[in-house]
């Protein structure tokens, strides 16, 4: 009886209550334990194995480049940024007004890492985040235009994912198409979804990255008309250790 009930306990993946089984199982012979208690205590860790176990998949699938959280980040080091207007950001309240976030800053300021932070944050409440560099997503919307399928890719990225995080948009030259594809997209988002995106440009160099006034302006109308802009003014975090081995090395000189 006991083996059978251990099998169909497997054969229906309830990979929790087959553990716990054994232990509940003597707590009610023992009579510690009723049985509608360990029946209730039994499906409470069974759920609550696989509300953990849809969190870590939406975190999977959103594709983040690495797994830092806000409590990863050092605060201190970056005074520039508002740490309360970060943490409002964690709440996610800007998602429920599909709102928009830029962080413009010059390498290692930690754009990708607070955007990640919020996008684990949103992943980990199963809301549908995709983290994608600009140079990938425009990659895949060329390749869609190519092959006559650009609506419905567009159609993935507005539907799919609530929450995009665009990555690095600027660091590489863009050409017509590729403009007008970001554009496509934005508009499709445009106060239905929301979208991080990261850059080292500052708006008023966007005109030159999309090499096209109009349409930047176009986009910009879009992305900022509902959005918090973080602008981050400070030393590069990769070079934190070098900055004091110089400021060490220049003092032991003196
Ligand atoms: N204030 C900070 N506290 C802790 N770690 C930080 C901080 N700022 C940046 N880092 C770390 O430094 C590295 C670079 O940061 P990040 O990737 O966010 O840079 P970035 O602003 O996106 O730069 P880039 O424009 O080159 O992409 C990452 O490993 C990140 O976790
Ligand atoms: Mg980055």
């Known amino acids: 009886m006991y083996n059978q009930l251990m099998n169909n306990l497997e054969e229906m993946k309830l990979y929790k209550a087959k553990e716990l089984m054994e232990y509940y199982s003597k707590a009610v012979t023992d009579g510690e334990k009723t049985f509608i208690e360990a029946m209730s205590e039994i499906m409470i860790q069974e759920v609550k194995l696989r509300d953990e176990r849809a ?6 699938t959103a594709n983040f480049p690495y797994l830092k959280t806000d409590k990863d980040f050092d605060f201190d080091f970056q005074p520039s940024i508002n740490k309360a207007q970060i943490k409002d950001l964690l ?42 560099t600009f140079q990938e997503l425009i990659a895949q919307l060329k390749k869609a235009n190519y092959e006559n399928r650009l609506q419905e890719k567009i159609k993935v990225y507005t539907t799919k994912y609530k929450f ?9 030259e863009m050409d017509d198409e590729a403009a007008n ?26 005109p030159e990255i999309f090499k096209n006034p109009s349409l930047t302006n176009a986009v910009l109308d879009r992305l900022l008309h509902h959005s918090s802009v973080i602008s981050i003014k400070g ?20």
Request: net charge positive.
């Open 55 to 60: 969190m870590n998949a939406c975190v999977k």
């Open 91 to 132: 709440s996610l309240r800007f998602l429920e007004n599909n709102e928009n976030i830029v962080f413009i800053g010059t390498p290692g300021t930690g754009k990708t890492h607070l955007a990640t932070a919020i996008g684990i944050t949103a992943a980990q409440k199963r809301i549908s985040t995709y983290f994608i």
């Open 164 to 172: 995009l995080i665009i990555d690095e948009l600027g660091y590489l």
């Open 181 to 206: 594809l970001f554009f496509q997209l934005i508009a499709k988002r445009y106060e239905s979804r929301s979208t991080i995106i990261t850059t080292n440009s500052p708006f008023s160099k966007w």
């Open 235 to 254: 030393p590069s975090y990769r070079l934190k250790d070098k900055l004091i081995y110089d400021e060490s090395s220049t003092e032991s000189g003196k």
